[in-house]
């Protein structure tokens, strides 16, 4: 995003610079445009916008989780779980092809690196963590990122769920991993999915 | 935003049912529109985005705090200073008022008792520490909120410092809190500052 002819000035050290630099490339988390809408319905949200809000979900959920969970793990992948969208794109969950998980390899490859060394390597491990879900922070932060759109698709009375003529058991069958990390907010996840669906928001079978 | 023909469904357990309304409530924060342009100067940024933005930035420069910081207290910090925005709406800092203060506190009165008791305490007590600015970890989320935008009118080419008509002294005075959280953070400011001024982009004296 740095143009040749707006370079960061001379005289900021080398570390530093390519840091700053790597903060104002994934400025562009703020462009990738998600398949949920905000609350409103006035406009689909982007990626930067739905990671904030999965970080103060965290903070209101925490004592939620399954299982004990380190907060500032949970956080900061929360953080970086979206930021290879900026090169690979949003691939909603309904479309995921064979070849995603290679484009957001490659996407990695592209964009950690640009941060120094060990720095890009560890925001690299949040990522690969949340990806495998094996951690109770992980299966906790998948719950999140889950339950996230639910609540805006409700808000929204099933508007993209009506378009993709989702129906009810499908909800729930690509739901379920929120139990995983979170009980609590399957409970919820499954009062919202039955009156989505008696309210029309969700076809029934 | 909740509303009374589209409420929760029955049968999530009070509490759950307060933190699931919160993190509705807060969905707002899309809308709250800062003075700041995203990098690519397409249009303004919004509150949620931005403070997505600081927490990336205290992960990358954590090792740059002027004093050890306990990250999950940043991180917690730099999720919720703005949502009292959401009712106060944002308040540029050249155009701070002797109002602010009282319509933000009334904000949080009204904000932070709609999620369980000490819950919401808890989420107030990070705002006011981040707005008291007493603590290591305030003075470096205070640097974080004062650099981001920095950047991002960096690569807006000043435009809304020339609309505003500030001056290079004007700047340094106001972002010079910066050294209190990050000295490494203030040296890149003052060369973005002075290389500012050269370009144009701020007015010299």
Chains 1, 2 share one sequence.
Do not use: C
């Amino acid at each position: 995003m740095l143009t040749d002819d707006n370079p960061l000035p001379d005289g900021i050290p080398e570390e530093l610079r390519r840091q700053l630099e790597f903060v104002i490339e994934v400025d562009q988390m703020k462009s990738v445009i998600r398949q949920t809408s905000i609350a409103t319905g006035e406009r689909r949200e982007n990626d930067a916008e739905h990671s904030w809000h999965l970080t103060l979900m965290a903070l209101v959920f925490a004592s939620r989780a399954k299982e004990p969970v380190d907060l500032v793990r949970v956080l900061s992948m929360l953080v970086v779980h979206d930021l290879v969208e900026i090169y690979a794109g949003d691939t909603p969950l309904h479309i995921v092809d064979d070849q995603q998980e290679a484009r957001e390899r490659d996407a990695a490859d592209q964009l950690f690196p640009l941060l120094p060394g060990a720095q890009g390597q560890q925001l690299r491990e949040a990522w690969e963590e949340f990806e495998a879900h094996e951690t109770p922070e992980a299966r906790f932060a998948r719950s999140l990122d889950r339950m996230q759109p639910l609540l805006l698709e409700w808000m929204n009375r099933g508007v993209h769920w009506l378009e993709q003529g989702r129906t009810s058991s499908a909800a729930r069958e690509r739901l379920k991993v929120i139990d995983d990390g979170s009980p609590d907010l399957w409970t919820a996840a499954l009062a919202l999915i039955e009156e989505a669906e008696s309210r029309g928001y969700l076809l029934d079978e």
